[in-house]
């Protein structure tokens, strides 16, 4: 201890470092842990905040609605890369499968539907507008002196459609088989009259001749029809008693001869739109006409046995480009009565751009037993649907002394509003310029350019 002392006086700069040091890292040691706890604390306010805030952002991931989904799927969830990949690839799944039944059903609508010509529509090439316009006539109407016929003629034939027998053609044929039984039972006495029973006889003979002469036209086709059902300003007598005199007065006319002047192009895709309506039309007649073999009947087994009258009602097409009416309007059809108030089917013409609606009138002589088999018909032709419905006995008697034989069945005259629905997206890009301008559309886009985006992320 003595010893110790004294080396403390004379050394007193260790010991005092060694104390010097205890008490920096004793100082340090406390400043440390106290500003660990402080730095721990407020990483772990931090990280808590960020978590809050991941827990809190959230994504919705959804599926489009398709057809029969009383609503469409949805997912609210914080971002995941398993659920975007797998919504995605659903949607996209979806969207294609979608697509799919738009291009089924825009397949089934358009049908065999299309230019009667090539290069016209929606405008000839420059320089090409007369000859393209004149070309489309003469394929409208025919040419006797080149032997083509009008298309108009060619849906008669497509549903095997003739007129009754010639009354003219008949007449003499009775009359030469009335001459010659004559002369047979006169014999050598040309100039004696006949008994009252050889009187008898001839008129039986006439009686099943004449029976025979309409049952044989009547296998010849399959429907009574000719050019004068056709909507036309100098079409024949067509009309009936009560029911189709005067509701032609709106309908448009179908082009029987060639104008002294070419129709403009706007003219000239009305009368094609008229065109592939009665083409709609003529599928009706021919698919409830057609036998369980597929082939068209003869007249006495066909559904429908005569087409007395087809009218084609204008659209909207054709009045907005006319001026009458203006661009679409979304909201007019729901304004008073809502979406039923101008058809049975809800649809509207003019109420939508993805549509136009087009309506045609027809007057025809039916087996009673079997209209609902002309009802199927028309359900399976098209986007068709029955709007208007009348009905009126036949005068059987009268018919059949013009030459018109039904067979054995029973018949009505019927009467059909029949409303079919186009889609625009086959027919608008056939639209010419003054078409769409009524319309109010805009001018086409230049080729190669789309405005199509498919979003297959989350919503």
Excluded at 151 to 168: E, I, M
Excluded at 289 to 299: D, Q, V
Excluded at 310 to 328: D, M, N, R, Y
Aim: aromatic share 8%; charged share 25%; glycine share 10%.
């Amino acid at each position: 201890m003595k010893n110790i002392l004294p080396w403390l006086k004379k050394n007193w700069l260790v010991p005092s470092l060694c104390v010097f040091m205890v008490a920096v890292l004793a100082g340090t040691w406390w400043y440390s842990s106290a500003w660990n706890a402080q730095i721990r604390d407020e990483q772990q306010k931090a990280a808590g905040d960020l978590l809050t805030k991941i827990n809190n952002m959230k994504v919705t991931y959804a599926l489009p609605v398709v057809a029969g989904d009383a609503k469409a799927v949805e997912v609210s969830s914080p971002p995941n890369a398993v659920l975007t990949t797998k919504f995605a690839e659903r949607k996209k799944q979806l969207l294609d499968q979608r697509e799919g039944v738009v291009k089924i059903a825009e397949a089934f609508n358009k049908g065999d539907k299309k230019p009667l010509i090539d290069g016209l529509f929606p405008a000839p090439a420059a320089g090409q507008e007369q000859l393209k316009q004149l070309e489309f006539v003469q394929k409208l109407v025919g040419n006797a002196t080149q032997g083509t016929q009008s298309a108009y003629q060619g849906l008669l034939d497509s549903v095997r459609a003739g007129g009754p027998v010639g009354s003219t053609q008949l007449t003499e044929q009775i009359n030469d088989i009335a001459r010659r039984e004559t002369e047979k039972l006169r014999g050598t006495d040309g100039k004696r009259e006949l008994t009252a029973a050889e009187k008898e006889t001839i008129s039986k003979l006439l009686l099943d001749a004449r029976r025979s002469e309409y049952v044989r036209r009547a296998n010849e086709i399959s429907v009574y029809a000719d050019m004068s059902a056709f909507p036309s300003s100098n079409a024949g007598p067509g009309g009936n008693p009560g029911m189709g005199n005067n509701l032609g007065a709106g309908s448009n006319q179908i082009l029987l001869s060639a104008p002294a002047t070419p129709p403009n192009i706007r003219q000239a895709f009305l009368w094609q739109a008229d065109f592939w309506l009665l083409q709609d039309v003529f599928a009706i007649i021919r698919a409830a006409n057609t036998g369980p073999g597929g082939k068209l009947t003869s007249e006495r087994d066909s559904v429908v046995k005569r087409i007395e009258k087809i009218e084609i009602l204008p659209w909207k097409v054709q009045t907005a480009s006319e001026g009458i009416g203006t661009g679409i309007d979304p909201g007019a059809s729901q304004a008073v009565g809502g979406e039923f108030k101008d058809s049975i089917s809800g649809h509207s013409d003019g109420a939508s751009t993805d549509y136009d609606v087009r309506r045609a009138r027809l007057t025809l002589i039916v087996s009673s037993a079997r209209l609902p088999e002309l009802f199927n018909s028309i359900g399976r032709s098209n986007f068709a649907f029955i709007v208007g419905f009348a009905m009126e006995k036949v005068d059987g008697w009268q018919d059949l002394s013009n030459g018109y034989y039904y067979g054995d069945e029973s018949v009505v005259r019927v009467l059909l509003d029949i409303e079919f629905t186009w889609l625009r997206s086959w027919t608008e890009p056939l639209f010419p310029l003054p078409v769409r301008k009524g319309l109010g559309l805009p001018d086409p886009a230049p080729p190669g350019e789309s405005g199509e985006h498919h979003d297959d992320g989350p919503k």
